[in-house]
């Protein structure tokens, strides 16, 4: 795990992953997401850990790096994505998520979300989505959950203009499931995360498989298709020279 980007916090039963990249408003490299994702299949294994929370600080993150993106030419094209790799066990991962979303939440800061079990946000966060900005195509799992949770309307909105979401919006149209004001965000998250700890852990365990059940084969069919697509994207001239313009600025 990158001990600098990505860290664990203990409370008791509630396990916190919390990213540690301020000066990027916690841009993901590669070795931020394999951090993430051995971090949740620790815990997964560990039965001390009956929560997790995913956090930042005054950002949750600003995505994926984009020195990483204009870096995959370099790279072979079958190579497994770390990204990916980190959706596919977050996907997996039995216990329940909550999300303690501030400041910045872009790209796959906003579509990981969509498998958190609960979502805390900022009133004042900024959700976006700007895949067609960068010439790319949503990923996680996206182009199936979104519609699915904000209505179809919405979801094509916001996917093709990558405009900005509030967290306020986020509450209202259901991407988040509590707005509040910035500084009550964790607070409430960890409140929230007892009150799950101190429920039968089989019980949550179940109910959360059951909740996902219907739409898991086609979730996983989604997701298959967007990580054939991004690559396919991210290798484009016209994605390697929006990477190019806004490395040189």
Not at 12 to 41: F, H, Q, V, W
Not at 139 to 151: D, K, N, W
Not at 176 to 203: H, T
């Amino acid at each position: 795990m990158s001990e600098q980007h990505v860290l664990t916090e203990r409370d008791g039963a509630i396990l916190t992953i919390r990213l540690n990249r301020p000066d990027k408003k916690n841009a993901l490299t590669r070795a931020m997401y394999n951090g993430m994702a051995e971090a949740l299949s620790q815990a997964a294994i560990d039965e001390s850990v009956r929560v997790v929370i995913l956090a930042g600080g005054t950002d949750f993150t600003a995505g994926n790096d984009i020195k990483d993106f204009a870096a995959v030419g370099d790279r072979p094209a079958t190579e497994p994505g770390a990204a990916f790799s980190f959706l596919e066990t977050i996907l997996d991962f039995e216990k329940p998520v909550i999300a303690a979303v501030r400041g910045y939440a872009v790209g796959i800061g906003t579509t990981m979300l969509l498998h958190a079990d609960v979502v805390v946000a900022s009133e004042t966060a900024r959700l976006q989505m700007p895949f067609t900005k960068l010439a790319l195509v949503p990923e996680a799992g996206s182009s199936v959950l979104l519609p699915a949770r904000v209505g179809p309307a919405r979801a094509n909105w916001w996917f093709l203009s990558g405009a900005p979401i509030s967290g306020a919006e986020a509450a209202q149209a259901g991407l988040a499931s509590r707005a509040v004001p910035d500084n009550e965000v964790e607070p409430v998250a960890l409140e929230m995360a007892k009150q799950l700890a101190a429920l039968p852990p089989g019980s949550v365990a179940e109910t959360k498989r059951l909740v996902k059940a219907p739409h898991r084969a086609m979730v996983k069919e989604a997701m298959a298709a967007e990580r054939v697509a991004f690559a396919e994207r991210l290798r484009t001239s016209e994605a390697q020279e929006i990477f190019a313009a806004f490395l040189k600025k």
